[in-house]
């Protein structure tokens, strides 16, 4: 266990760690004797004219994606709470965007949302709408990457919080009922608040999976047009690995301050769990 | 309520987020180095001299063991007296690939690579010079050679070459009253372009991508129109750029060129409702297949005559051994490869046009290839002009720049003078 720890985990992120403090050129990174830079690199990619839209757009990615597949989640579960018909049914078709590989919805979304011969600009068409550059305008890349994004989380957020709501014991409703409160009431009074605990781990899982997102905007938008729909992952890959010349320091630099985003993240929100015990 | 948040569960929503955050970073970690495994049981066995196994890469990993390529790198090897081990690898992942071995000292003894690339593994000391392994490379032309030399030096010899040029849909053309003979410099292209539109068919797609593949598909109009990748803010880039905006504003190309690879570019092409595909050699067979009437023409320059294009296609490389007793066998094999009728077969098989006379001189002899030839003839390297690894700093702002323009986030005058500021800085 320790051995797999130290091989692929500690190992690979102070590997990260050392790239982003030398200053790693082609050369150096096969023949050695890469000079150290201390936080040069670190620098050098806060000031770049990249990193203020990339930072945003990561900002926005994430939290935009975490409450809609939350909110859009957590209301299809309590619909499934209800045994209807074809519930079961309904409920597996709604699994098929988590069971589709990345590359195959990711594809499919960047054919549907294509500006000419698109599906959606074609029934944007019908109802007599203009068309809309969905990918290739950068008033509405990153909102396609996020609409993506959003209906390939949603089924993460149903199981976990339909499962969550299965452990609410059926007597807490009843006794809400009985005191008089109306459905609104006790979603708001008692289903939300005896879900918290359920609810607060897929928000923090979503976080930290949704920080990472690479492959859906490298598929759909290659972070474009321009920076456009570029995050801080996306462009740790181009620095990377998108052009032909490597720029390994830098890239690792980002990915570096992806990982403390999630760390702080992270910290805080154990953080206000523990205030809220206190509370 | 709150009160059944107990301690155990909190400790375990911080370990899932620690580990959860490691996990990101082992992720992430993979973007620099670690992993030797699959270049070590590639390589690992290639210590000894002839007669031990010979280790080839190269980026086709569309042929396998009963291909006509990988016989023919099996029968190089025999008539060298070694056993060949053969991989491949997708193209973009073998610069990784290449590097990572060259760091751990188990490299290829021939390595297969996208032109581009060379001078990024010269730069890194990985490969060898035809110099030192006294490989002949007289045969090969000028124009493409150029792609593997920096500071005087040549860092391998041309496999075979492919480049851009402008694939027309004669029945589109014809119902729009357009000869495309008559399509000589880009008033003329501009002429065509509005007939077919006005005709009510589409006009040109292309590839403008963010990526290397964007700006290999803007260097023709780019050079075409005089200017140099030293500056990237002239005005004739500018005038370049203005024609591919334009084009997109008008509607004579559709807005989702600023998100088209060369396929999916071509696939709107093959749907016969476009004049004209700006596309590849490698498309031919396609083309064949496409049950279109098509014919190919040179892409024009700004005032006439053909536009260089660049090169695509990939270098023979010899990569750097400890042990220097292997170079001799990997010279001989080498030569196999890329000499005489073998070259004719490797890049018929890859459908390439030849890169030295003689092989070229052959394919014009059929009709289909003849404009290729041409082309390629007018073809240069994007690390010629001993730019080497200078390229990819500029290339990177200059696909910026057009991606800026052709969503109508920047003017193109100032996205170019955007890039030449991000391509100085980088250069520095």
């Avoid at chain 1, 994606?65 to 579960?77: K, M, P």
């Avoid at chain 2, 001799?328 to 390439?352: H, I, M, R, W």
Wanted: aromatic residues 10%.
């Amino acid at each position: 266990m320790t051995v797999y720890l130290a091989a692929f985990y500690v190992y690979p992120l102070l590997r990260n760690i050392d790239l982003s403090v030398h200053n790693y050129t082609v050369r150096s990174f096969v023949q050695g004797g890469a000079s150290f830079s201390g936080l040069d690199n670190f620098r050098a990619v806060v000031s770049n004219p990249t990193f203020g839209p990339a930072l945003t757009n990561t900002v926005v990615f994430t939290l935009s994606s975490l409450v809609f597949q939350f909110a859009i989640g957590l209301a299809l579960a309590v619909f499934f709470q209800q045994h209807f018909p074809l519930s079961g049914t309904l409920r597996a078709l709604f699994l098929v965007p988590w069971l589709l590989p990345l590359i195959v919805s990711s594809s499919t979304w960047a054919w549907m949302l294509n500006s000419d011969s698109g599906v959606v600009n074609y029934v944007l068409h019908l109802v007599g709408v203009e068309p809309v550059h969905w990918l290739t305008s950068p008033q509405w890349s990153l909102i396609s990457v996020i609409i993506a994004n959003v209906w390939i989380g949603i089924p993460f957020n149903l199981v976990v919080l339909y499962s969550g709501l299965q452990a609410i014991p059926a007597e807490v409703h009843e006794a809400a009922a009985i005191d008089g409160a109306n459905g609104w009431q006790r979603f708001w009074r008692v289903t939300f608040p005896l879900l918290r605990p359920v609810s607060a781990i897929t928000l923090l899982l979503g976080l930290v999976y949704t920080l990472k997102v690479f492959d859906i905007i490298w598929i759909m938008t290659k972070g474009g047009p321009g920076d456009s729909s570029t995050t801080l992952t996306t462009w740790s890959y181009r620095k990377s690995f998108g052009s032909l010349l490597p720029q390994f320091g830098p890239g690792a630099a980002i990915s570096n301050l992806l990982i403390l985003l999630a760390l702080v993240a992270g910290l805080l929100y154990v953080r206000s769990a523990g205030k809220e015990v206190d509370a | 309520m709150r009160t059944f948040v107990t301690a155990p569960w909190r400790a375990g929503v911080a370990a899932t987020a620690a580990s959860l955050v490691l996990g990101l970073a082992a992720c992430s970690g993979g973007s620099s180095s670690s992993s030797p495994s699959s270049s070590g049981t590639a390589a690992g066995s290639a210590a000894g001299g002839s007669g031990s196994t010979f280790v080839v890469w190269d980026p086709y990993p569309q042929f396998d063991a009963t291909s006509a390529w990988w016989k023919l790198v099996d029968s190089c090897g025999a008539s060298a007296g070694v056993k060949v081990k053969h991989t491949a690898f997708d193209t973009t992942d073998l610069t990784n690939k290449a590097l990572l071995a060259a760091q751990q000292g188990n490299s290829p003894d021939i390595l297969i690579v996208d032109n581009p690339v060379v001078s990024t593994l010269a730069e890194a000391g990985a490969l060898t010079t035809t110099e030192e392994t006294k490989a002949d490379v007289s045969s090969f032309s000028p124009n493409l050679l150029a792609a593997g030399q920096s500071g005087g030096k040549t860092y391998g010899v041309p496999i075979g070459a492919n480049t851009l040029a402008l694939y027309y849909n004669k029945k589109v053309l014809s119902a729009a009253g357009v000869d495309a003979a008559s399509v000589k410099d880009w008033a003329s292209l501009n002429a065509a372009l509005a007939k077919v539109k006005a005709a009510g068919k589409k006009g040109i797609t292309f590839s403008a991508i963010g990526t290397e593949e964007g700006s290999f598909q803007f260097l023709p109009w780019f050079w075409g129109s005089g200017a140099n990748l030293t500056k990237l803010d002239s005005p004739e880039a500018v005038a370049a750029l203005t024609l591919w905006t334009d084009w997109v504003k008008q509607g004579l190309a559709p807005n989702s060129v600023i998100n088209n690879t060369q396929t999916t570019s071509w696939q709107e092409f093959a749907s016969g409702d476009y004049a004209f595909g700006e596309n590849g050699t490698w498309q031919i067979a396609n083309a064949k297949k496409s049950g279109l009437d098509w014919g190919v023409i040179p892409i024009p320059a700004m005032k006439g005559g053909n536009a260089p294009a660049p090169t695509g296609g990939e270098f023979v490389t010899m990569p750097v051994q400890k042990d220097t007793a292997k170079y001799p066998v990997a010279t001989k094999v080498l030569a196999c490869l890329t000499s005489g009728d073998n070259a004719l077969t490797t890049d018929t098989t890859l459908s390439y046009i030849g890169a030295s006379a003689a092989v070229q001189t052959k394919q014009s002899a059929n009709p289909d290839l003849s404009v290729w030839v041409d082309a390629v003839k007018a073809a240069k390297g994007r690390t010629s002009d001993d730019l080497g690894i200078k390229y990819p700093k500029i290339s990177e702002p200059m696909w910026g720049a057009f991606q800026a323009a052709l969503s109508g986030s920047k003017a193109p005058q100032a996205a170019l003078a955007a890039a030449a500021a991000a391509a100085a800085s980088a250069l520095q």
